[in-house]
């Protein structure tokens, strides 16, 4: 159905213990371009849970006394094979989650990233020797591996968001379980049959497939054995999981919602800011935590801006994610329709005007119209939630301060994006930026080699990068005395 060249990449059942788990309650997983269901998925529930977290625990010693090199290699291993299998990866992902196939291919190669990052951070995890403050004792900082991690994943990056947190918590030595969205766990599945064909040993890497989040949740954010729960998903939810981790005092990671301001300064390079803009807020049609949430666009500037970006977004290719020169797929679900409906008809009936699109796709389903509304104020609904959907907002702005008061007004503090030349202005705006992620001049700010994550309710910890591994890390200090040196 998928035209796979490896169908046995296509797995239904959950992954435990380096075991396939099947389960008499299953859930569908549908392709949302067509509504055809795609599997019927292991349905796990508490208990199988616990079955995988104490599996998380038995493989922790042996994987922790492993040196870093041979974790590394096992990683490496699974990287080349995420690699050699990448379209199959790829149909995979479109099929449960929409997005064109360009962009699939994209993400595989960017989760893979992480895992060949992370294999080579595994070998640089050094401790520190501290100078005496003492004759006879000698001071050492460890790092050691924090112990069992549990993830939850949301279904907009059905790979990445996964390999993000699994590289780091593998590499460092901890065995990880990890909980993907209903919507999406094809994706993951399949990653974990790589994981075991690269010699991952049993318990390392669990998938636990459920349509009970919540029950499946509180396992993963309770259980005495886990020590680090790492979530990426709403702030909502975010907010919930941490008071349920606090029950054990778990170290914890989140990566939440945002709600990015993107601000084109008079001096800007217009063509570019409207290129960058298209990348930022159209890409995985306009469902990622770092998309443009709000255009601001500076007065004078504002008519001409406002013209080459609905210039661009009226040459967009909506439809099947598997059709050729496809560039918007469907939504994930109607109640992410219902959402973008819902904040345009709040935005229009306060002034807001529709420069494109606007409505539902004429396919039909859960696709919609690639839109630009402009003479968006901050008090609207739309300028205040995260949109997730393809709608660019597009606000007037005069003076810099201004634009920098509006951006900041705001709970969340994910990404931020500017456009301009002058390099005073450039570094002022940068510095008064109240966000983890700043792209000036730039539309696409996510690599692994770069921290990734948010400050204010956007979340806590960082993502990729030399800074990615710390969060699955314990320190600890050895005070070495009487010696007699
Ligand atoms: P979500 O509703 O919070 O779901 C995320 C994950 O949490 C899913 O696996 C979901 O399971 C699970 N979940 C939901 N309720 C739960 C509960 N009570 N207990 C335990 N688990 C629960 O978010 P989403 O709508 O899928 O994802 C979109 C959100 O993720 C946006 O806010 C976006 O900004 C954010 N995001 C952030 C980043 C980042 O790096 N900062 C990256 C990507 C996405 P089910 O799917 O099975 O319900």
């Known amino acids: 159905m998928l035209k796979l060249k490896d169908e046995t990449l296509l797995k239904s059942d959950a992954f435990v213990n380096g075991e396939w788990l099947a389960s008499s309650k299953r859930f569908p997983v549908k392709n949302p371009a067509t509504g055809e269901v ?32 041979e974790r590394a290699a096992i990683l490496r291993k699974w990287f080349e094979l995420m690699m050699a299998n990448q379209e199959d990866l790829a149909r995979i992902m479109t099929a449960e989650q929409g997005k064109p196939l360009a962009e699939t291919r ?3 190669a960017y989760g893979a990233s992480f895992i060949e990052w992370f294999a080579e951070e595994a070998k640089r995890v050094y401790g520190d020797v501290i100078p005496t403050n003492q004759a006879g004792r000698r001071l050492i900082v460890l790092k050691e591996p924090v112990g069992v991690v549990a993830a939850i994943t949301p279904w907009n990056f059905p790979n990445a968001m996964i390999a993000r947190k699994v590289a780091p918590a593998i590499a460092a030595g901890c065995p990880i379980v990890v909980k993907p969205a209903e919507e999406t766990p094809l994706s993951a599945l399949a990653m974990a049959e790589l994981g075991a064909r690269a010699g991952l040993p049993k ?59 993107f601000i084109v300064f008079d001096d800007a390079d217009l063509d570019a800011a409207a290129d960058g803009a298209m990348l930022s807020k159209f890409r ?59 904040l345009l008809k709040d935005a229009t009936a306060h002034g807001a005007k529709i420069a494109t699109g606007g409505k539902r796709h004429a396919l039909g389903g859960t696709f919609f119209e690639p839109t630009v ?36 007004d705001t709970r969340f503090g994910l990404a931020a994006y500017f456009y301009a030349r002058d390099v005073g202005r450039v570094m002022r705006v940068a510095e008064a930026l109240e966000y983890g992620i700043v792209g000036i001049n730039e539309g696409i700010i996510s690599t692994e080699v770069a921290p990734f994550g948010g400050m204010k309710e956007s979340g806590i910890g960082r993502e990729g990068s030399k800074y990615g591994i710390e969060d699955y890390l314990e320190i600890k200090y050895l005070a070495l005395g009487g010696l007699q040196i």
Request: with cysteine; charged share 25%; net charge negative.
């Open 38 to 69: 795609l599997a019927q998925v292991a349905d796990l529930g508490a208990s199988e849970t616990e079955r995988a977290v104490a599996a998380a625990a038995d493989a922790f010693p042996a994987w922790k006394k492993k040196t870093a090199k």
């Open 106 to 108: 994209g993400e595989v």
């Open 203 to 261: 318990g390392v890497l669990n998938i636990v497939t459920t349509s009970d989040a919540p029950g499946v949740g509180k396992v993963l954010t309770e259980s005495q054995l886990v020590r680090k729960f790492s979530f990426t998903g709403s702030t909502e939810v975010g907010k919930l999981l941490m008071q349920q981790c606090a029950t054990t005092v778990k170290k914890v990671s989140l990566e939440l919602g945002g709600n990015a301001p």
């Open 284 to 342: 995985n049609m306009g469902q990622t935590c770092v998309c443009a949430n709000r255009i601001l666009v500076q007065d004078d500037v504002f008519d001409a801006f406002a013209a080459k970006l609905s210039e661009r977004v009226a040459k967009l290719k909506v439809g099947n994610g598997f059709d050729d020169g496809v560039t918007q797929g469907p939504l994930i679900t109607m109640d992410a329709v219902e959402k973008v409906e819902r």
């Open 373 to 408: 509304v402009t003479e968006v104020t901050p008090s609207m609904t739309i300028a205040q939630e995260e949109i997730f959907g393809p709608v660019a907002t597009l606000f007037r702005f005069k003076a810099d301060d201004e634009a920098i008061r509006i951006a900041n």
